[in-house]
């Protein structure tokens, strides 16, 4: 599990907040790569993967985090 990244929304298009870690560099998550261009594949790709879970989610909440699962990530959160 080398990135983590997280997406803050309040319907399936708009990202609120979004972070994206390397994890075997940055272990603590101190440095949000997300907008790094040394980053961007892999942000363009994680946040793909995001988007084809999410497009068939029902959206019955006003703000959640979610991982590429589809599930509410309060503290779990997509990694690769």
Do not use: C
């Not at 990135?3 to 990202?15: L, Q, S, V």
């Not at 961007?40 to 989610?57: A, C, G, Y």
């Amino acid at each position: 599990q080398k990135y983590r990244y997280t997406e803050w929304r309040k319907d399936k298009i708009h990202a609120d907040y979004s972070m994206l870690y390397d994890l075997e560099n940055d272990p603590n998550e101190y440095e949000n790569l997300v907008g790094n261009y040394q980053y961007k594949e892999i942000e363009v790709e994680l946040k793909r993967k995001l988007d084809s879970v999410l497009i068939n989610w029902h959206w019955n909440f006003k703000m959640h985090n979610f991982n590429v699962t589809g599930r509410p990530a309060y503290n779990n959160v997509y990694n690769s």
